[in-house]
């Protein structure tokens, strides 16, 4: 493989380095509840003439009990429903396709917004646990050659209230009983599904807000039980330091030199590598919290035994820990994963550094859920073999 040259010194590299995708004069998603904090919502209940108690009511029934229909808004007066949920609690994604495999456990739904654009989110139940994957873009313009959404392009950034709604439609299906397991709750959520989150970081970031502050004002999500990624949008990541949150953040660092990252994540040829890890650090140091290290094995890419002693070498001492992601396919694609040999050398020559590893499960790999994956294509994948 021929690694893209890098730029002149000078030389400004766009931050959207996939082509868009072509837009038509949409507009902005409907106004919702969850794109308000709560003093917000008190002040658009009041603009509609009611008292504004009202917020905290509907905010119950969005983010507590997952209602739908104005109908079941039972403590809201009869002659007020039907405004109030017009107004503040449009309907925002439409379920276009819901593919599940693992005995039901794992479930990728493709979204409809307003406008036509099509994202996906991926509900994994474990025994301990249960993990939504949620989009912050419909498509991604970071351009990583390995993954599906990055060559689609971008279309557009979600609202906070089309991310949240991904999580709390997570939700309402397990607290219907309708996800193998009996009814549960969301516990974990992870912001790498389709698009770079620091990329739309308001909507991110107050996402994660409403996410984590306790009912009514969101859904009462442990910000410790919340995982940011990113390519390595540096002056995002020092700003998300700032804002007094406890997530995790996970870098997709896929490659420990410069040489080889310029290919495998175009973004690299504008912060390198040393910058990015600076800036994981940092974040660290301020948080406390551990940073995970993304790493894509690619067969006979990024797999090489000296790779994997740079890596540990770079990452020695640190609070981090390297989260291997065997290399799920995509259509065309003309890489795949590791040979399990070269990923257990991989793997034993991190931990000869110190460094702790953990290989990630593949789940959802047969409907196109696994990482990387998401196209958020019309076309359903052929039917896993059995």
Same mark, same amino acid.
């Given at each position: 493989?021929?690694?893209?040259?890098?730029?002149?010194?000078?030389?400004?590299?766009?931050?959207?380095?996939?082509?868009?995708?072509?837009?038509?004069?949409?507009?902005?998603?409907?106004?919702?509840?969850?794109?308000?904090?709560?003093?917000?919502?008190?002040?658009?209940?009041?603009?509609?003439?009611?008292?504004?108690?009202?917020?905290?009511?509907?905010?119950?029934?969005?983010?507590?009990?997952?209602?739908?229909?104005?109908?079941?808004?039972?403590?809201?007066?009869?002659?007020?429903?039907?405004?109030?949920?017009?107004?503040?609690?449009?309907?925002?994604?439409?379920?276009?396709?819901?593919?599940?495999?693992?005995?039901?456990?794992?479930?990728?739904?493709?979204?409809?917004?307003?406008?036509?654009?099509?994202?996906? $989110?991926?509900?994994?139940?474990?025994?301990?646990?249960?993990?939504?994957?949620?989009? $912050?873009?419909?498509?991604?313009?970071?351009?990583?050659?390995?993954?599906?959404?990055?060559?689609?392009?971008?279309?557009?950034?979600?609202?906070?209230?089309?991310?949240?709604?991904?999580?709390?439609?997570?939700?309402?299906?397990?607290?219907?009983?309708?996800?193998?397991?009996?009814?549960?709750?969301?516990?974990?959520?992870?912001?790498?599904?389709?698009?770079?989150?620091?990329?739309?970081?308001?909507?991110?970031?107050?996402?994660?807000?409403?996410?984590?502050?306790?009912?009514?004002?969101?859904?009462?999500?442990?910000?410790?039980?919340?995982?940011?990624?990113?390519?390595?949008?540096?002056?995002?990541?020092?700003?998300?330091?700032?804002?007094?949150? $406890?997530?995790?953040?996970?870098?997709?660092?896929?490659?420990?030199?410069?040489?080889?990252?310029?290919?495998?994540?175009?973004?690299?040829?504008?912060?390198?590598?040393?910058?990015?890890?600076?800036?994981?650090?940092?974040?660290?140091?301020?948080?406390?919290?551990?940073?995970?290290?993304?790493?894509?094995?690619?067969?006979?890419?990024?797999?090489?035994?000296?790779?994997?002693?740079?890596?540990?070498?770079?990452?020695?001492?640190?609070?981090?820990?390297?989260?291997?992601?065997?290399?799920?396919?995509?259509?065309?694609?003309?890489?795949?994963?590791?040979?399990?040999?070269?990923?257990?050398?991989?793997?034993?020559?991190?931990?000869?550094?110190?460094?702790?590893?953990?290989?990630?499960?593949?789940?959802?790999?047969?409907?196109?859920?696994?990482?990387?994956?998401?196209?958020? $294509?019309?076309?359903?994948?052929?039917?896993?073999?059995?």
């Amino acid at each position: 493989m021929s690694p893209a040259r890098p730029p002149a010194r000078d030389a400004v590299v766009p931050l959207t380095l996939a082509r868009s995708r072509p837009r038509s004069p949409r507009g902005k998603p409907p106004r919702h509840l969850a794109d308000l904090d709560l003093a917000g919502r008190r002040a658009a209940v009041a603009d509609l003439g009611e008292p504004p108690f009202r917020a905290v009511q509907l905010s119950k029934h969005f983010f507590g009990r997952y209602t739908q229909h104005p109908d079941d808004m039972t403590d809201l007066p009869l002659t007020s429903r039907a405004a109030l949920a017009g107004a503040l609690l449009p309907p925002l994604l439409t379920a276009e396709r819901e593919l599940t495999c693992d005995d039901g456990t794992t479930r990728k739904t493709l979204w409809r917004a307003f406008d036509g654009a099509l994202v996906e $989110s991926v509900l994994m139940r474990y025994p301990d646990r249960v993990t939504m994957c949620v989009s $912050s873009q419909a498509g991604c313009g970071m351009a990583c050659p390995f993954c599906a959404t990055g060559q689609a392009g971008l279309t557009r950034n979600l609202s906070t209230a089309e991310i949240v709604a991904q999580v709390v439609a997570g939700a309402r299906l397990l607290a219907d009983g309708q996800i193998p397991g009996g009814p549960g709750r969301v516990s974990n959520v992870v912001f790498m599904g389709m698009g770079e989150p620091l990329a739309n970081y308001a909507s991110v970031v107050a996402a994660v807000r409403r996410l984590t502050e306790p009912v009514p004002e969101g859904m009462g999500i442990s910000q410790r039980s919340v995982t940011v990624s990113t390519v390595g949008l540096v002056p995002a990541i020092a700003k998300l330091a700032a804002e007094g949150l $406890s997530v995790t953040l996970a870098v997709s660092l896929h490659a420990p030199d410069d040489e080889l990252r310029d290919t495998l994540v175009p973004v690299n040829q504008r912060w390198r590598v040393a910058k990015v890890l600076a800036a994981a650090w940092d974040y660290a140091a301020v948080t406390g919290r551990r940073v995970s290290i993304e790493y894509a094995l690619i067969k006979d890419i990024n797999d090489q035994g000296w790779r994997a002693d740079l890596l540990g070498s770079l990452l020695a001492g640190r609070l981090a820990h390297v989260n291997l992601i065997p290399l799920n396919p995509t259509p065309g694609s003309k890489w795949t994963a590791s040979r399990p040999g070269a990923q257990r050398e991989f793997v034993r020559r991190l931990e000869s550094h110190g460094v702790p590893v953990t290989v990630r499960d593949t789940r959802g790999r047969e409907i196109d859920g696994a990482c990387g994956q998401l196209a958020a $294509s019309v076309s359903a994948p052929a039917p896993a073999p059995s």
